[in-house]
């Protein structure tokens, strides 16, 4: 941030005594460092310590001020525009195979409001116990379809879960990770425990809106409970016909990653297109700002969980 060594140097100059609240100011720049954001900036503090006033400093100094305060904000893209070049560098560089065309990346690593998106609808109550749960909207019609074939086949299916966002999901995980239940873990051990049934902030198909959970989160339900039983060899049976698979199956085939659910079930001709896109541009900075983050690398969260999926 060039211009702070020339606001300050401009201020000594003028034996204004800048004081330690004036360059503490200076020097929290806005987090979004586009050129009118940052000439904004700089006129709030110049303005809230009254440098503008001719009791301080010549209105001309001000002025003369400007110019340096542009120039050094033009002289290095911001770091967004050029994550943005390099994207679309990377994006452009296979015409016609670039598997995130269409994609928006915040829907990636779940870095959105479903309340907000227009690509996501509010899952309605004839289908889940939950309010404001939100799907894909193709993910929901298919899901409809399957519900009333289910119910004309006298199997009711609850969706328990759907689209959850970064936010909700950092939530699970902080939650796992400083309870009880995972405290005779440390570190990198407590994460991959936590792993077995949980997602990583990021990393989980729930951030697509794809995927669903259904009726109980226990397989040993659709193992043993008569309704159970009957329910899990219906999706079996029919669930595929919908474009709903079951992508964590027992590991017995080598699958690595999450244990089995048997509740857990995405709908693939949404969700296949956004694992490609994943795997090829995964979501930087999505493994941050959460506990145990700095494991996701180690433990190989994209290539062991996220691609560690049963494919039809
Ligand atoms: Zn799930």
Not at 48 to 68: A, C, D, G, N, R
Not at 103 to 129: C, K, Y
Request: aromatic share 12%; glycine share 6%.
């Amino acid at each position: 941030m060039t211009y702070v060594p020339q606001i300050h140097s401009a201020l000594r100059a003028e034996s204004l005594g800048a004081t330690q609240q004036i360059l503490a100011d200076v020097q929290k720049p806005p987090a979004e460092d586009t050129h009118l954001e940052l000439m904004l900036f700089a006129l709030n503090v110049l303005n809230k310590h009254e440098i503008y006033t001719m009791k301080k400093i010549p209105w001309l100094l001000f002025l003369q001020l400007l110019p340096f305060i542009w120039m050094s904000c033009s002289e290095t893209p911001s770091k967004h525009e050029e994550n943005d070049a390099q994207e679309l560098q990377r994006t452009d560089s296979i015409p016609g195979t670039n598997p995130c065309s269409g994609t928006n990346p915040m829907h990636l690593a779940g870095q959105f409001n479903p309340a907000n998106d227009p690509e996501f609808q509010v899952i309605s109550a004839r289908f889940t116990p939950k309010t404001r749960i939100f799907l894909r909207k193709e993910a929901l019609s298919a899901f409809e379809a399957m519900w009333n074939a289910a119910r004309n086949d006298g199997i009711e299916l609850i969706i328990l879960s759907a689209t959850r966002n970064w936010t909700y999901q950092r939530g699970i995980w902080n939650r796992k990770w400083n309870g009880l239940g995972y405290s005779e873990f440390e570190g990198k051990a407590r994460a991959i425990e936590i792993l077995k049934y949980s997602a990583m902030p990021g990393s989980s198909r729930h951030h697509w809106g794809t995927d669903i959970d259904l009726n109980a989160f226990e397989n040993e339900w659709f193992e043993n409970d008569p309704v159970g039983k009957a329910l899990y060899a219906w999706l079996q049976a029919n669930a595929s016909q919908y474009g709903y698979h079951q992508v964590y199956g027992d590991t017995s085939n080598g699958r690595r990653g999450y244990r089995e659910e048997k509740w857990h079930w995405s709908y693939l001709p949404l969700a296949d297109p956004l694992l490609a896109c994943y795997l090829s541009h995964p979501p930087s900075g999505a493994f941050e700002g959460f506990e145990g983050a700095q494991w996701s690398d180690s433990i190989s969260i994209v290539e062991s969980y996220v691609n560690g999926i049963d494919r039809p």
